[in-house]
Structures are given as structure tokens and as C-alpha cells.
């Protein structure tokens, strides 16, 4: 496998990286903000995590989320502001945009078996950030 190549899977599709790495730094700014707020904690600074949902914006404008049923779980870029002003006045350890984003972190970590169950079978979990699947030109 030559780096920065697609691999072939099953039936041709394109294998790629998709979300993953998006996923990954994701990942890593939660992991780096819960240990740099471990080690502040004790000089008095609060570091938070802001873990915006789907937010409609210029770069990531969730077209097909706003025309399908799932239209009203889009956030706007005024809901992560004003999360800001919260965590500025309250200085929580996390925030998630909108709020009832945090279930599904929540659910993620209590009943991860039903998580995975369901996550698997969403089309983003399938190979590209869209969720479609690229075959291979006949």
C-alpha cells in the first residue's frame, strides 16, 4: 500500500480515511484539554471543552442534513457563541453545542454495545466524510 493512496476493499469500493482523521484530532483536542485542565486546575485555571454538534457554517454548511428530516438538530453558529458566554461565566469542564448533543457522548460511554450498534449502520461510517461510497469505473 503506497501512502496517500486509496485502498480497494470489497467489490471495488474506495476505502479512504473519511471521517477518521477528522474524527482522530477530534479526539486528540479531548484528550489534550482534559489532561492540560488537570494540571491547571491546581493554579486555578478551568480549561473547556466546547464539543460543537452540526453546526450550519460557511466551510461546513450541512446542506444535506437541512434538507432532510434531521434539519432541526442543525445548530447555528449564534448557539456555539452563546455556549461561549455560558463557559466564559460558568467555566464548566465540557460544553457540547446544542445541549442535548451530550446524550449521545453520554450514550457513547454507558451503553457503548448499543452505541456501535447504531453508529455502524449510518452512511458516514461507511468510508467518506458524505457517507457515500466511491465505486471503481467499469
Known amino acids: 500500500a503506497s501512502p496517500g493512496r486509496p485502498q480497494r476493499g470489497r467489490r471495488g469500493e474506495r ?3 473519511g471521517p477518521a482523521g477528522y474524527a482522530a484530532s477530534k479526539f486528540a483536542t479531548v484528550g489534550f484539554s482534559e489532561a492540560i ?3 491547571w486546575a491546581r493554579e486555578g485555571i478551568t480549561v473547556t471543552q466546547l464539543n460543537p454538534g452540526l453546526i450550519a457554517t460557511e466551510g461546513f454548511p450541512q446542506t444535506r ?3 432532510s428530516p434531521l434539519a432541526k438538530t442543525v445548530g447555528r453558529p449564534d448557539d456555539v457563541a452563546d455556549a461561549v458566554v455560558d463557559v466564559i461565566r460558568r467555566r464548566p469542564r465540557e460544553r457540547t ?3 442535548w448533543y451530550r446524550s ?3 450514550l457513547r460511554h454507558v451503553a457503548p454495545v448499543l452505541f456501535w450498534s447504531v453508529a455502524g449502520r449510518t452512511r458516514r ?3 467518506t466524510r458524505d457517507g457515500a461510497l466511491t465505486r471503481r469505473a467499469r
Request: hydrophobic share 60%; net charge positive; proline share 6%.
Open 37 to 39: 485542565g488537570l494540571a
Open 104 to 106: 449521545l457522548v453520554v
Open 97 to 99: 453545542v446544542p445541549r
Open 15 to 17: 476505502l479512504g480515511v
Open 65 to 67: 442534513f437541512l434538507r
Open 125 to 127: 461510517a461507511r468510508g
